[in-house]
């Protein structure tokens, strides 16, 4: 549950003979055969589907009605998306989640996507100098530099303060600069790792305190099968921590039925699950309502993040907890109605 959008998952871009479920293989520029094949790099349109959070079904019927992605070709005939075609994919996304049409958005350049992005506020970054130069630190690869600069902040700021205003930001900045494509694949890596280990340094000492307390309530943290970003529930962690609740993190993509179990043997009362904006919607929704129905009644199910899925009607007992800061008042709200 995190009031930005966590960096979106890396997209394989290495060479190989894999298959349309994702990575990147050689190319035949010539499908007729005219010419020799050469090794062109190109990115399967299984990783497109499932880092960028569109379906294949959405590419092939996009190509064929809006001649829009234009994938090459392997010698097998599988399709390959360039670089480019990602990149504008990713810009596609975001304006789709603020409510921009396909129809509209697919024909254009990137330039122009990138001044709708702007003119939108898609993507747009609060003014803060030392978080930029956090992410120019990761930019140009003093990665020892933006490690010691965030333990820094964070040995600063004190907990609250770190995940509200700096590792949440900071987040989105990185997601930001990634589907413009300023930073790679392993920048996100690099800052992901970085941002977890100053976390959970904060979090251990309070964490293992209120280990056995007998804190209510007590909250099972995880993301369902298919939502591979994990900061989200991390950050959450810390601010759920800091309200006194006792909190199981289980890490990403958890099995339902092993979601289920984990809350009957650990007498849990509240389900927190974070959704990123590239998981599918339909995929959110359906999640939540199988979930639901197969959870007791009296666990509750809290949701955050950036998904425009959020925003639809949920199924009853499931709570849209709208960023990080508000989790204090979910919290006194719970413990004011286990009262009644």
């Known amino acids: 549950m995190t009031n930005k959008s966590e960096t979106d998952l890396s997209l394989n871009v290495t060479a190989g003979s894999q298959t349309e479920t994702g990575g990147a293989i050689p190319v035949n520029p010539d499908p007729m055969g005219t010419a020799e094949d050469s090794a062109v790099v190109g990115i399967g349109i299984g990783a497109i589907a499932n880092e960028i959070g569109l379906t294949k079904d959405t590419l092939r019927v996009w190509e064929r009605r809006y001649g829009f992605p234009q994938p090459l070709r392997s010698s097998g005939g599988e399709r ?9 994919l990713r810009l596609v996304k975001r ?3 603020a409510g921009h049409r396909p ?33 120019e630190l990761l ?7 933006f490690r010691f600069e965030l333990l820094k902040r964070a040995t600063r700021e004190g907990l609250a303060r770190f995940v509200l205003d700096v590792a949440a930001p900071l987040t989105a900045r990185v997601g930001n600069a990634w589907a413009a494509a300023t930073l790679q694949v392993y920048h996100e890596h690099l800052f992901s790792e970085a941002l977890q280990v100053s976390l959970r340094s904060l979090m251990r000492p309070l964490s293992e305190a209120l280990r056995g307390r007998g804190a209510h309530p007590r909250v099972l943290l995880t993301t369902l099968p298919g939502e591979g970003h994990g900061l989200g529930i991390l950050m959450a962690e810390a601010m759920l921590a800091l309200a006194d609740c006792e909190c199981m993190a289980l890490g990403t993509q958890t099995p339902q039925q092993d979601i289920v179990d984990a809350v009957l043997a650990h007498d849990i009362e509240i389900v927190g699950l974070s959704f990123a904006a590239s998981m599918p919607t339909q995929a ?18 809290w949701v955050g993040g950036s ?16 960023g990080l800061g508000p989790i204090d008042d979910a919290v006194a709200q719970w413990r004011h109605s286990a009262m009644l």
Do not use: F, W
């Open 80 to 88: 390959l998306y360039p670089q480019e075609q990602v990149t504008k």
């Open 95 to 97: 304006l789709l989640d």
């Open 103 to 135: 129809s509209k958005v697919l024909p254009q350049s990137i330039v122009r996507l990138q001044q709708l992005a702007e003119e939108s506020g898609v993507g747009q970054d609060a003014p803060d100098t030392e978080l930029d130069r956090l992410v």
């Open 139 to 145: 930019r140009v690869g003093r990665y020892d530099d």
């Open 284 to 301: 959110v929704m359906n999640g939540l309502a199988e979930l639901r129905a197969v959870l007791p009644p009296k666990v509750a199910i």
């Open 307 to 322: 998904s425009p899925a959020l925003r639809r009607k949920l199924p009853d007992g499931v709570l849209n907890v709208a």
